[in-house]
């Protein structure tokens, strides 16, 4: 089944939030939403604030509808977004898909990211939604049994899990300073988080749920690691490039960049701050 999809106005009148001439009263992940045929689609507005820290290792749902999906790859010229990659690589530096979000370049406050829901109630990029159920079938017709736990995460979000994983390194006598510290190392600060785009999603086996590097043991996690490039996907943070990615290897992560980049990216070994260098 096709992802429905509408493009909505939200305004905030004496702290009611509106589409068009309809109150919302749904809220999602921080985010209020309205439901169109059974999907969720909105735009996110502007975050504010700057400088809050942020994310963490938590599962924030369970699995992925995997019902007729597109095979092709998703067209660059296709509802652009205000997201800008900042390479200069040949592909086009405004293209969405090669947008780059880490601790040197937060999202804009000026970002939309247009969400569909997925079945189990996490939210993603509507564009990418297709690629994603095509690559959950495919693993599910080889008797794999994968599992996304995270995918689209707000800034409030990620600073209610920042803060969490901060207060566990306080718990063991560490200061704010050190436990913010050591938080970050697993953890982004809000609005440097690739999960504020809707195009990363953290995929684990059913078998083993766990975010550790056990995970890359999986059969689920060993199938992404040699098939996600040929439905736009990459491994976005691989071991042994941790002191460029500034993130810990994290087998799990899958990041949608289109699949010409993906094929280039995992066949050469490179991760995506290298490759847009």
């Not at 939604?129 to 049994?145: A, Q, S």
């Not at 800034?155 to 436990?179: I, M, P």
Request: net charge negative; hydrophobic share 35%.
């Amino acid at each position: 089944m096709a992802v429905s999809s509408v493009i909505v106005t939200l305004t905030v009148v004496m702290g009611v939030l509106f589409i068009g001439d309809y109150a919302i009263t749904g809220m999602r992940d921080g985010v209020m939403v309205e439901t169109v045929q059974g999907n969720d689609v909105l735009e996110v507005k502007p975050w504010q604030g700057e400088g809050e820290v942020s994310t963490g290792r938590q599962m924030d749902g369970d699995d992925v509808s995997v019902e007729s999906m597109v095979d092709s790859d998703v067209p660059m010229e296709r509802q652009p977004s205000s997201v800008r990659a900042v390479s200069k690589h040949p592909l086009e530096t405004d293209d969405w898909r090669l947008a780059l979000v880490d601790a040197k370049n937060p999202v804009p406050k000026s970002q939309t990211v247009r969400l569909a829901s997925l079945s189990n109630g996490l939210l993603f990029d509507e564009r990418v939604v297709g690629p994603l159920n095509k690559m959950l079938l495919d693993m599910r017709r080889e008797g794999l049994d994968p599992r996304v736990c995270s995918a689209y995460r707000s800034v409030e979000k990620q600073r209610s899990l920042f803060h969490n994983r901060v207060t566990k390194w306080l718990a063991q006598g560490y200061s704010q300073a050190q436990a913010e510290k050591q938080a970050v190392k697993s953890v982004a600060y809000p609005g440097t988080s690739e999960h504020h785009l809707g195009l990363a999603a953290d995929i684990v086996s059913a078998g083993y749920q766990l975010l550790d590097e056990k995970q890359a043991n999986t059969p689920e996690t060993r199938w992404l690691a040699e098939h996600c490039a040929e439905y736009g996907f990459i491994l976005r943070y691989p071991k042994g490039k941790e002191d460029v990615t500034q993130t810990i290897y994290e087998p799990w992560h899958f990041r949608y960049v289109g699949k010409q980049a993906a094929k280039e990216i995992m066949e050469t070994g490179v991760c995506l701050e290298e490759y847009l260098d």
